[in-house]
């Protein structure tokens, strides 16, 4: 097939999520409590998560049914199309082949809805009547708040207090879906509390938001939280989009030499990539697969791995995972979205055995890909996606340099089209690099449990 655009029907939709868990060569480390110290009884998330989540969080079952009521809204927008960047690859005169998979037209403009529609699914099941949850560009918090209309709960969204101000338009649109949208740190929680007793002007991180989103749910009998990255049931759900990549690639022709996906706490990652390890681990392919972060939040590439808390306030488990230290602030880049400390247990074990790799960029070289990408295939990215677009470009620069004719497969994760602000700093020559000091990195992993 020499088609732009690879479709999928209805039909062809994933009725089952891939859980990596069961193929992984070495097992995750089980969660340490941050109450005990102990190993985590699953028993003591049940305050903040439905039963059926904790049993995904837990499970090594290889594949796991979609319930139908959430394949009814995955209809939505899914499948979700591939697209070949034969534009791009003109512009950059390589021999490679550019394959994208466009998450951007889901109706919250993301990924992220992939995980909001179970996660709310279930926690209407199980009687549940308001999620609490954190979201640093917004794309989560958008998400869930969609989720949370489509399903009648009541949603609560502690958004980074830089993202709060850099993108307003997130917020309203967390609002039309009937969300309450509360800038971080904030005067609502202990949690907020402390860290503006510390730092009044804080312009807040992912690891606070959690913190003050955790502590509203355990706070409130009615209410349980709901997490958009790094958890192993939220890697769980967003498989759909690289089993999806899978028979689209396969359509294509061709099966990818690189797999790449920018990586905050890992969710757009690993669902794209999930599917592809598991062809590296059970059937030996070859295929490179590239998670990609930020310069100033570099914790795959610059981080320890070791145990540490997902957040700030020490509310949530110790995970083992490669991590900045759960106090690291990171500069306010535009890629809120890439800015926490840590990453999913999953993707940092996969990186830890070798069967991943990762890079990290600063973010004018980041947007300087997003304007040649937009101008050859006609979308603005979202700047977190612009990482993966980045890693893309170079990786067919290298292929025109080697004359190899790669097959480069990315997921573009989201549109930009509420980060308008970020390409005018951009275009205006306000944006700046920023990298994380080798002294502030050593203190910090110094400073690690």
Request: net charge negative; proline share 7%.
């Amino acid at each position: 097939m020499d088609e732009i655009k690879i479709l999928l029907t209805e039909k062809e939709m994933p009725t089952h999520w891939y859980n990596i868990q069961a193929d992984m060569p070495n097992p995750l480390q089980p969660p340490i409590s941050p109450r005990t110290g102990e190993v985590m009884a699953p028993e003591e998330l049940a305050v903040i998560f439905p039963e059926a989540l904790l049993k995904q969080e837990m499970s090594r079952e290889r594949f796991v049914e979609i319930p139908d009521e959430v394949r009814e809204i995955y209809r939505l927008w899914r499948p979700s199309p591939l697209f070949r960047a034969r534009r791009l690859e003109k512009a950059l005169d390589t021999p490679a082949r550019i394959y994208y998979k466009y998450e951007g037209v889901s109706p919250a403009g993301s990924h992220k809805l992939n995980t909001a529609v179970p996660q709310a699914y279930y926690n209407k099941k199980e009687g549940i009547k308001r999620l609490s949850t954190e979201t640093g560009a917004g794309q989560w918090g958008s998400a869930l708040a969609m989720a949370c209309s489509f399903f009648g709960l009541e949603c609560t969204v502690y958004m980074v207090k830089v993202s709060f101000q850099q993108k307003p338009y997130r917020r309203s649109m967390m609002q039309v879906f009937g969300a309450e949208v509360i800038p971080s740190p904030s005067d609502r929680t202990e949690a907020g509390k402390a860290i503006l007793a510390k730092d009044p002007d804080s312009t807040g991180s992912l690891g606070i938001a959690i913190s003050e989103a955790v502590e509203d749910a355990a706070t409130h009998d009615d209410t349980n939280y709901a997490l958009g990255s790094v958890l192993n049931h939220v890697v769980l759900h967003q498989t759909v989009i690289g089993l999806e990549a899978k028979k689209q690639m396969e359509k294509a022709g061709y099966y990818p030499d690189v797999v790449i996906a920018c990586s905050g706490g890992g969710s757009n990652f690993s669902g794209l990539a999930m599917p592809f390890v598991h062809d590296k681990i059970k059937e030996g392919k070859n295929t490179r697969i590239m998670a990609v972060e930020p310069t100033a939040c570099p914790s795959l590439t610059r981080g320890k791995f070791t145990y540490d808390y997902g957040d700030t306030a020490h509310l949530t488990p110790k995970m083992m995972m490669y991590t900045l230290g759960s106090e690291f602030v990171p500069p306010g880049i535009h890629a809120g979205g890439l800015r926490y400390h840590g990453a999913s247990p999953i993707q940092s074990q996969l990186l830890h055995d070798g069967l991943i790799e990762a890079k990290a960029y600063g973010q004018l070289s980041v947007f300087e890909a997003a304007k040649m990408f937009a101008q050859n295939e006609g979308i603005i990215p979202a700047p977190e996606s612009s990482h993966a677009i980045r890693a893309a470009i170079d990786e067919a620069l290298a292929a025109k340099e080697a004359g190899e004719a790669r097959t480069i497969l990315f997921n573009l994760s989201g549109h930009g089209h509420f980060d308008m602000s970020a390409y005018d700093a951009y275009l205006s020559g306000k944006l700046t690099d920023s990298s994380l000091p080798e002294d502030t990195l050593k203190e910090l992993i110094n400073a690690l449990p």
